[in-house]
């Protein structure tokens, strides 16, 4: 079985051969080359020392010499070169508290994590797979290395690896790795929010993201996202769904696009229901205001995973608006007054939410809500094609008319803008300069 290495990589290979040395690629590079994909960066292990490492090459960057690794930058790119190693103790569930330098390859592969990510591979000796990882890869399944409790035990952060791999590989844990997860959930405590962040949101962009399932089976999001817990744990006796709240989102994931924003909307849009949920006499469960009760608790979730602010207000938005224009009585004012406050740019993602949530739902007024869609859809249009005002910065009149107009800035004139905005969202032909300063006198006179 033949990998292509690209050349920038086949030159410190040769280089640390030509020196005596052994030097393999490894890791992801080598399962992602078998799998068909091409890889996101090269890992390459040697027997080389750090000292030596540096000494070969002209530009090189201290990455973690104390762990054996070294990068190597060949044409504006950098290459980490790491000593074959063995490790020692993992008292924090994270990382060993010292690291051996070997001389042995096998030493070296025998603390990687998963099989698929043991595998080393030679220009000319091909590949050197220990652990069976080819043979797990055709089987699609994810398994340890070695003694899973082990693995998992000697870091945490292994039990979202798992899954996330899982979620993007659209492979199965088999049954010990699974029961090791199980035994160490825990140990979760000990893993930073921030790589607990990056491996949940690689999990939720993945072509998987039904893989949720998995973290709440494992009882992994009880520890990291518990509010999901109570989504999978909320049923919705409604004609208008089929299933709970958790696996009602999982199939909105599924609707929309792989991207942070999308599908963390998706997830948390019906955050609130278990707390906003209700039951009539007649049995049939409601979930009133639950997009505006949402959109606090989403706020809340996205900044404990310390989540950067526009991905914040992005997803936030969209919780709060992905139930816009279900009413019937909805005009084309109230349309544009929606659409001012949310605005209007944002509407292709609102469509995007309200296909995909529409598509997690059950047939019943399937058709109705086909319907109200369409009439949205139509008032986004002619809004898009009028140019319809709907921001204060789109009237006719500014603060400078108002000025003139004796209306001191500040509070009053932030009141007396607003005031003209609504005036104009209810019909836009309003919004004329003339039409503008004779609705600002009046309403100066009405608040004075």
């Not at 639950?290 to 207000?313: Q, S």
Request: glycine letters at 6%; aromatic letters at 6%.
């Amino acid at each position: 079985m033949k990998i292509t290495i690209p050349q920038d990589v086949l030159w410190i290979l040769r280089k640390l051969n030509d020196a005596g040395h052994e030097a393999y690629v490894v890791g992801g590079c080598v399962r992602d080359s078998l799998f068909g994909r091409e890889p996101s960066d090269w890992d390459i292990t040697t027997d080389a020392k750090p000292e030596q490492v540096k000494a070969l090459f002209k530009r090189t960057i201290d990455t973690g010499l104390q762990h054996g690794t070294v990068t190597v930058m060949n044409h504006g790119v950098g290459y980490e070169v790491t000593t074959y190693r063995v490790d020692g103790d993992y008292s924090d569930h994270r990382r060993p508290e010292s690291v051996t330098f070997s001389k042995n390859l096998a030493d070296d592969l025998m603390r990687r994590d998963f099989t698929i990510n043991a595998m080393a591979y030679h220009p000319e000796r091909g590949l050197v797979d220990l652990y069976d990882g080819l043979a797990d890869m055709e089987a699609k399944r994810i398994r340890a290395v070695g003694n899973p409790d082990e693995r998992f035990d000697e870091d945490a952060l292994r039990i979202l690896r798992a899954v996330r791999f899982a979620a993007q590989l659209g492979f199965s844990i088999e049954p010990d790795t699974r029961a090791a997860i199980r035994n160490h959930v825990d140990d979760l405590s000990h893993v930073s929010v921030e790589r607990i962040e990056t491996e949940l949101t690689k999990l939720i962009c993945s072509p998987h993201p039904e893989e949720m399932e998995e973290l709440y089976t494992l009882g992994i999001t009880a520890k990291i996202l518990p509010e999901f817990d109570r989504m999978m744990e909320t049923p919705q006796n409604s004609p208008y769904h089929y299933t709970d709240v958790g696996h009602h989102s999982i199939v909105v994931m599924q609707h929309v696009s792989p991207t942070k924003t999308m599908r963390y909307a998706a997830l948390l849009h019906d955050v609130a229901k278990p707390k906003c949920k209700t039951t009539g006499p007649d049995g049939v469960d409601h979930f009133k205001n639950h997009p505006f009760e949402g959109e606090p608790v989403a706020r809340e979730i996205l900044k404990r995973l310390k989540m950067d602010n526009k991905t914040i207000e992005s997803v936030c938005r969209l919780v709060l608006w992905h139930d816009f224009g279900l009413s019937d009585d909805l005009t084309e004012a109230g349309f544009r007054k929606g659409m001012s406050k949310m605005g209007i740019e944002h509407f292709p993602e609102f469509l995007e939410i309200r296909r995909a949530d529409m598509a997690g739902q059950s047939d019943y007024r399937g058709e109705e809500k086909e319907q109200a869609l369409d009439r949205i859809i139509r008032m986004y249009e002619k809004t898009v094609t009028e140019k319809a005002p709907l921001s204060i910065r789109e009237l006719a009149v500014g603060g400078q008319d108002l000025k003139a107009m004796d209306i001191p800035a500040g509070p009053v004139m932030g009141k007396v803008l607003q005031h003209l905005l609504d005036f104009v969202l209810k019909d836009p032909g309003r919004n004329t300069k003339e039409r503008l300063i004779r609705e600002a006198k009046a309403y100066r006179k009405q608040i004075s």
